[in-house]
Each structure stands twice: as C-alpha cells, then as structure tokens.
C-alpha cells in the first residue's frame, strides 16, 4: 500500500525583509522518503530549509504536514512532528552528552523541564542509535566534531519526530563521518520511517543517499527528479554553471555501507550500466548480487562496496565454468534478475547464457528503462518515488 504524501510545499516564495531569495519553490513527500538539495552556495538552500521548518516566515505559498498548514501549528505542536539540526555549530556549556541530547525532550517535559524515567530511555536508546551512547557522561565540548554531530542528531532523534530537517550536515566531518552518518539516516528513513530533508554541497553523497533531488539554482528550482534522472553531465554542469572541466556520471568517490541478508536481487552488468541500480537498491536496503564482472570493470569497486555478494573474473580472462556455476546457483536463488543493458562481446557472453537460464527457470528477468520499477514491483516493496 502506497504511503500517503505527509510534506508538502507548494508556490513557496521565502526571503527576508519582503524580498524573495527564491521562489515557486514545489514538491510532496511520503513518509521514510529522502530529499536532498543541492546547488551553488547563496542559490536559497538554507534559505528554503528555514521556512519549511518554521523558522522563517514564508513570503507566500503554503507548506502542509499531515494535511494541515505549518501556520497554524502551535510551537510545541510543531516540535512534536518536526526536529532540525541546522549548520550552526551549537556549544552548550557545562553540559554532558546525554543533557546535550535530552534537550530533544523539551516539547514532552513541560515548563519545568523535568525528564521521566520515559524520556530518559528514549534519550538512551537515540544515542545507543547514533552510536555514542558511550560517551553520554563525556563533556559535549570535549568530544570531536564528528562526535558532536552524533550527539545533536540523536537530540533530534529525541524528539521522536515524524519530519527531520537538516542543513548541511556533513559540512564539518571528514569521510569516515560523513558514511556514517549518511547511515544512520538511512536507517532511520528505511526502519522507522523517518521523512528527512537536508541541504548536501557533497552531490556524490546526495546521489546515494536520496529519494529525490531539487536542485536549486537563480532563486527557483531548476529542475528536480531522482538521482538517476539529475546526476547526469548535462543537468550538473547547468546547475554549477561548470565552464571547464566534466562531472563523471561514473563511480562516485564514496560508496555508502553494504545492506545485510541474503541478495533478493541479482544485477548482470558492466561497463558502468549497473551502478544505477546498485545505488538504487542500496538506498531502499535491498541486499543484491551483482556479475559477472571483469575486475578492472568501471562498476566492479561500486558492487564490491553495495553488493552482498560479487561474482568476478580477472581482467582480460574467460569466464570458467566454475565462476559461471557459483553465479548461476546465487541468481537462481535470487527473487528477481535486472539486466543493466550491458553489450554481450565475446568475452562477456557466459553473462547472456545467465539472463537465459534466469528466464528458463520462470524468473522474471527485468530490462529497460524501467528494470528497476519491475524489480521493485516483483519484490512488493514500497515505491519510494515521490510525487511532485
């Protein structure tokens, strides 16, 4: 069943002192989606954010939660649904990680700010989350920057909101923190449900780790889609107005943690054609195969880093009979088969003979432009595509 769209934003004009920074500012959300912005710095990013959060007031249009306009929400009413993590560092003073945390805690504690036994383990259990419950008794100000972002966003978290709304995130972690992060976000959008909108500079981070794109750019949105429809040489080098130089729609340089559990999914690629989906079933958690691959294959590292399992031959070699046989024992466990649309040469035509022993045995084997949404459909898993 498809989840109902919970955010919209519809003919949004924000700005400050009555003078629009952006405008005509559209899309809809459904619950667990993520959305990411992206664009030049000073194109109305954060701008955007700070209105659809409320901090802001919107120069026009609407912004709805639920159904119901963001305006006429009561503070409290708003906290209950909605949390942020903005990109001001924030330093609390003589406060240990979990009061840093607890903080989240504020539209349930009532005016006194007393915390229950209640509040204390949902503070616990959103930095065990996070993965710094550890450091619950360390001095906020002592610990790293990474790990100060950890503990604001499981300050979020404690909120238990429906909506979580970041700006710039990753801005002051370095990789290791970056992955991780990007994560538990994940995570929080696929198991619990979370809606999350972020502002991201990284676009290699926002083209595996989105649902959905907008791009923002001379005060409007100039154009918006899935990653697969954005992240494309033409629409990246309009957006940054890139005069010198090429984006690669190839492997970006960080791939984001493999999904767990034995693959429902086996992808029979090369040449850059499966990295889409590899990405695609990463994000929605959705443990894949991927081969046979040559191991000096544009896709191979991509699929070493996602997939749960990675048939492979060395560069420039034959493929044996007993890497075709491992191949085909994991594909016909699979549930679905997507053929990326690789060209079949003689070095690479033991992976036709897969495709058709895949569709001996009854699998549906799905191809074209829509492969992914046929091995969605085959799975019964949600569509994650939002309306706009």
Do not use: W
């Not at 029979?268 to 443990?287: E, M, Q, T």
């Not at 048939?311 to 997507?338: G, K, M, Q, Y």
């Amino acid at each position: 069943m498809t989840e109902p769209i919970t955010f919209s934003v519809k003919a949004l004009s924000a700005g400050y002192g009555g003078h629009p920074v952006v405008s005509d500012v559209c899309f809809s959300l459904r619950k667990g989606s993520i959305l990411s912005l992206i664009g030049p710095n000073g194109a109305g990013k954060s701008t955007i954010l700070k209105t659809i959060s409320g901090q802001l007031s919107a120069l026009s249009g609407t912004v709805m939660i639920d159904g119901r306009s963001l305006s006429s929400m009561t503070g409290t009413e708003l906290a209950r649904k909605m949390s942020l993590l903005l990109t001001d560092r924030v330093r609390p003073e003589m406060m240990t990680c979990f009061e840093a945390a607890a903080m989240g805690r504020y539209p349930y504690t009532g005016r006194f700010g007393r915390l229950t036994e209640e509040d204390r383990r949902i503070v616990t259990s959103a930095l065990d989350r996070v993965g710094v419950l550890s450091l619950a008794e360390k001095d906020f100000l002592e610990i790293s920057d990474g790990q100060r972002q950890r503990v604001l966003l499981a300050r979020a978290l404690a909120q238990e909101p429906e909506i979580l709304i970041l700006d710039e995130p990753t801005s002051y972690l370095d990789i290791r923190h970056k992955i991780e992060l990007l994560d538990i976000l994940l995570e929080e959008a696929r198991c619990r449900q979370l809606t999350i909108i972020l502002s991201l500079h990284e676009i290699d981070l926002a083209e595996k780790v989105s649902d959905y794109v907008l791009c923002i750019r001379d005060s409007g949105v100039l154009c918006s889609g899935t990653p697969e429809e954005i992240f494309t040489e033409k629409r990246i080098r309009q957006l940054y107005d890139i005069q010198e130089g090429t984006y690669l729609t190839g492997p970006g340089s960080i791939e984001l943690g493999r999904t767990g559990g034995e693959p429902e999914v086996f992808i029979v690629g090369g040449a850059g054609n499966g990295l889409p989906f590899y990405r695609a079933l990463a994000r929605k958690r959705i443990p894949f195969s991927a081969g046979i691959l040559f191991e000096n294959d544009l896709e191979y590292g991509t699929a070493r880093a996602l997939a749960a399992r990675v048939h492979s031959v060395p560069a420039f070699e034959e493929i044996p009979a007993p890497v075709f046989d491992a191949a085909l024992a994991n594909l016909l466990h699979c549930r679905a088969v997507i053929d990326a649309g690789t060209p079949v040469r003689a070095a690479n035509r033991r992976n036709a003979a897969l495709l058709e022993k895949a569709r001996a045995a009854g699998l549906p084997v799905c191809g074209g432009p829509d492969a992914l949404e046929q091995a969605i459909h085959v799975l019964g898993c949600p569509n994650q595509k939002e309306e706009t």
